[in-house]
């Protein structure tokens, strides 16, 4: 065999491990997108990544105390937009499995429509006074209600004064699982190139160190 295939093997080894390693880091954990269009202008987009073995339908509920480990969710994060699409606010209320939001809840069940039953999420951070959030239980005029007896309603929360400003709402919150496959494969397809482009310089530098200079006589 010669050397010079080297390199094409070991790529196609790489890419032959590709449907294993796409299987593995599937059953580990599911990655979700979820966006919404506000009245008055306002949008939002978010995403929530599962743990484990989460089943397909599962209730991430505050116990009412924080920081708090999630049995479900390894992190969420939320952010907001005005009409012209500016970004008004970011925060992750779910990080490492601890969430910091004693309020939140997500309820998600892929054989409803809307998926996301239940929502209670925020960009709340410890450092920020005010804060946006999305509730599907608490109504227009900040009153606490039955979950989905509304609408999801954002609002803008000021802690210093505990003022709640009704910005919009909308019916329909929907999750979408978002596929691992592309970025599983792109990093490989990067990562079988790199080592073969680095192999195949390294050899032909081997090589080429086992004759001599052209511009030095041979005595």
Request: glycine share 4%; hydrophobic share 40%.
């Amino acid at each position: 065999m010669k050397l010079q295939k080297l390199p094409v093997l070991l790529a196609m080894v790489t890419f032959s491990s590709i449907p294993f390693v796409f299987a593995v880091s599937s059953a580990q954990a599911a990655d979700f997108a979820f966006s919404a269009n506000f009245t008055n202008g306002y949008s939002a987009e978010g995403s929530f990544t599962t743990k484990t073995n989460t089943p397909a339908s599962f209730s991430e509920i505050s116990p009412g105390n924080i920081p708090f480990s999630t049995q479900f969710l390894e992190s969420q994060s939320l952010s907001i937009f005005d009409s012209t699409n500016k970004l008004l606010q970011s925060g992750s209320s779910v990080i490492n499995g601890i969430s910091t939001d004693k309020f939140f809840r997500l309820d998600y069940d892929k054989s409803l429509t809307p998926n996301l039953s239940a929502l209670n999420v925020s960009t709340e951070t410890p450092s920020q006074n005010q804060y946006y959030f999305i509730g599907n239980n608490i109504n227009p005029s900040a009153t606490p209600v039955a979950v989905g007896s509304t609408n999801y309603n954002l609002f803008l929360y000021d802690r210093s004064t505990d003022k709640y400003t009704f910005l919009g709402d909308t019916s329909s919150v929907k999750a979408t699982l978002v596929p691992e496959s592309s970025s599983v494969i792109s990093s490989l397809v990067f990562a079988a190139f790199s080592f073969g482009f680095a192999f195949k310089r390294k050899l032909n530098n081997r090589t080429a160190s086992n004759y001599p200079p052209t511009n030095v006589a041979v005595v």
